[in-house]
C-alpha cells in the first residue's frame, strides 16, 4: 500500500465503479467496496490487485485480494470468494483503477515571490510557479502548467497547457506542446554534440536547431535531450522515455516511442513509430529505424532496420539470429572445458 505521507488515496470505490472504470466484466459481489489497491502478496479483502504475468499465480491462488483484475483463461485458479474483473488486458485495467485511487497531483494556482519571471514571458491561467524558477524573455507558459523548484526556462521557450516540469530541469530553444513531464534533472536543448575537426583542433559548429516535443511525453529523470544543429530534434507524441537517456541532435522519435534507461541515440538517427529500444542499447548516428522495431538491451546498433524487426548483439543483427549465435558460442566452450 502507498504510504499515505506522499500519496493520497481518493477512495473507496465499489466493484461496480472500477468494473466500469477498467472496462472489465465483474464477476462477484459488485457492491463490495475497496478502500485502496495492494500487490497481491500483501493485499486484504478491502483491496484491489491484478495478475498479469503467470510467474505469480501460485501467489494469485494464495492472495487475500478482496477484488482482482485478472485474464479470463485464469479466472478459474482464483481462491475461493474473491471477486474478479476479467479482461484481456489486466495490467492496463490496473493502471486505469491505480490512477483512479491516486490521481495526478494539481497544484493550486500560485505564483512563488521567489521565482523570478521576465516581464515579457507569457503566464497562462492557474499555472503553479514554485521558490527558485527562473524564465526567462519571451516565454510562453500555457495554462494548468507545473514548474517546480528551480527549474530554468531560458528565453524563447514555449511549453503548453497541463505539463509538469519538475526539480531542476533546464530547459532552451525548445517549443513543448501539451501534458508533457518532464521529470527531475533533465536538461533540454543544450548544444548537440557537432564540432570540425582538424590539425589545429576542434572547432565547435553552432547548434542552430531546437527541440519540438510533442503532446502526452514523458521524459524520465537526468535525461538529456539535444537540440539540432539545423534540423529540429523531435520527440512524437506518447512517447515514453525512461531516466538517463542520451538523445542525440537532430534526432527524430515517432509516436508512441520506449526508450528505456542508459540508451542512447546518435544524432540524425530516425526513429519510426511505436519503437521500443531496451536499456543500455545504443544506437549509431545517420539509421533509419522503422516502425514496431525492438532493440534488445545492451544492442548496438549500427544498420539501418527496417519494420517490424527485433534485434540484440553487439553489432545488433536479428534477435534469433543473435541467439543462436550464443548458444553455440557456450557450447563450444562447454566442449573446450
Not at 520506449?258 to 544506437?283: C, D, P
Not at 539509421?287 to 540484440?312: F, P, Q, Y
Amino acid at each position: 500500500m502507498a504510504d499515505k505521507k506522499f500519496f493520497t488515496c481518493t477512495g473507496p470505490y465499489n466493484g461496480s465503479q472500477l468494473a466500469e472504470i477498467a472496462n472489465a466484466e465483474l464477476r462477484g459481489n459488485s457492491d463490495a467496496v475497496y478502500d485502496d489497491v495492494s500487490s497481491l502478496g500483501h493485499a486484504q479483502s478491502n483491496h484491489v490487485s491484478f495478475l498479469d504475468n503467470r510467474k505469480y499465480l501460485t501467489t494469485f491462488k494464495g492472495s487475500q485480494a478482496g477484488l482482482c483484475i485478472v485474464h479470463p483463461d485464469l479466472a478459474d485458479e482464483a481462491p475461493e470468494g474473491m471477486n474478479l474483473l476479467l479482461t484481456h488486458e489486466p495490467y492496463m485495467a490496473y493502471a486505469k483503477i491505480a490512477r483512479t485511487f491516486y490521481p495526478d497531483q494539481t497544484p493550486s494556482e500560485q505564483i512563488s515571490e521567489r521565482a523570478y519571471i521576465s516581464p515579457t514571458a507569457k503566464i497562462g491561467t492557474g499555472v503553479c510557479i514554485e521558490p527558485g524558477v527562473y524564465i526567462g524573455d519571451n516565454v510562453t507558459i500555457g495554462d494548468r502548467t507545473w514548474l517546480k523548484a528551480n527549474c530554468v526556462i531560458n528565453n524563447g521557450v514555449k511549453i503548453g497547457e497541463d505539463c509538469v516540469i519538475s526539480q531542476n530541469v533546464t530547459i532552451s530553444h525548445s517549443h513543448i506542446s501539451n501534458a508533457v513531464t518532464i521529470h527531475p534533472g533533465c536538461q533540454i536543448g543544450q548544444d548537440g554534440f557537432g564540432f570540425a575537426s582538424g590539425v589545429q583542433g576542434h572547432v565547435r559548429i553552432p547548434q542552430l536547431g531546437r527541440v519540438i516535443i510533442h503532446d502526452h511525453v514523458n521524459i524520465g529523470a537526468n535525461t538529456t535531450i539535444d537540440r539540432g544543429a539545423g534540423p529540429d530534434t523531435i520527440i512524437g507524441a506518447g512517447t515514453q522515455i525512461d531516466n538517463l537517456v542520451q538523445i542525440g541532435h537532430n534526432v527524430q522519435l515517432g509516436q508512441g516511442c520506449v526508450i528505456v534507461s542508459q540508451a542512447g541515440v546518435s544524432g540524425s538517427t530516425k526513429i519510426g513509430n511505436f519503437v521500443v529500444i531496451a536499456g543500455q542499447a545504443g544506437l549509431a548516428g545517420h539509421l533509419e529505424i522503422g516502425d514496431g522495431v525492438t532493440i534488445a538491451a545492451k544492442a548496438g546498433v549500427m544498420n539501418n532496420i527496417a519494420s517490424g524487426r527485433t534485434v540484440g548483439g553487439f553489432p545488433a543483427i536479428a534477435q534469433r539470429d543473435w541467439l543462436r549465435q550464443i548458444s553455440i558460442v557456450s557450447k563450444l566452450v562447454k566442449k573446450k572445458n
